[in-house]
């Protein structure tokens, strides 16, 4: 069954650092999904990207964050210059196309920002 | 600004026993999804409600929505230790994104 991958699993970064975290969508999906989740907390939507652009951002989704698709395959999210807030699993999360299609999640990025 | 609140968000039970956990939200919105979420892990999806007086079961867990009381209920039926995990609700706003509950942590004991 296909399914959404993340890699790396596990990050750790000092503060300041860059950090790219990789998605690869489901191979026929159309959306594509950022959201984060703090420890103990809910999911947050982040950003959503569709025809290689933007389509919604939150408040969460700062000029420190930017996505790309820079192929056919990969779905990435760049933090700039993190901060001990960044601390959190990120998700990514791709989708079919319009309609009532299910957001289907990968594992997840952990991100530990010292 | 659409807000979804669960309710209880912890709790405990024993297995054997029924219970059900509430999914209020603030303003019309198309679809509900229940997300199971084991600890360290990803969500998987349980249910997508679609309509007013949706109901949909899979094996001890029966979702339902009622659109004009805007709730959703996920009931458990005769839990099991298994069931142990935590759940999520979450609607979808405007064309894209999934706006989530705080989730329900579910602790379920022998």
């Known amino acids: 069954e296909p399914e959404v991958t993340q890699t790396p699993s596990h990050q750790v970064t000092q503060m300041g650092q860059e950090v790219i975290l990789r998605c690869v969508p489901i191979s026929n999906h159309l959306y594509f999904y950022w959201y984060r989740q703090i420890l103990g907390q809910k999911v947050e939507f982040l950003v959503s990207?569709?025809?290689?652009?933007?389509?919604?951002k939150s408040e969460i989704f700062d000029d420190q964050f930017s996505v790309e698709r820079p192929d056919g395959s990969n779905f990435t999210l760049k933090i700039r210059s993190t901060k001990l807030e960044d601390s959190a699993m990120y998700f990514c999360a791709s989708k079919g196309g319009i309609g009532p299609y299910e957001q289907y999640f990968g594992p997840g990025t952990r991100l530990t920002v010292t | 600004e659409l807000k979804v609140e669960q309710n209880p968000l912890f709790l405990s039970m024993q297995e054997g026993k029924n219970y059900t956990i509430y999914c209020n939200y603030s303003t019309t919105s198309d679809r509900l999804y229940w997300y199971r979420q084991d600890p360290g892990k990803s969500l998987e999806s349980l249910f997508v409600?679609?309509?007013?007086?949706a109901v949909k079961q899979e094996g001890r867990l029966m979702a339902s929505l009622d659109t004009k009381a805007r709730l959703s209920t996920l009931h458990i039926t005769a839990a099991v230790h298994d069931l142990s995990a935590t759940y999520f609700c979450a609607r979808i706003q405007g064309a894209q994104k999934l706006v989530f509950g705080q989730g329900t942590r579910l602790t379920i004991n022998p």
């Open positions: 990207f569709y025809n290689n652009e933007i389509s919604e």
């Open positions: 409600l679609l309509s007013n007086g």
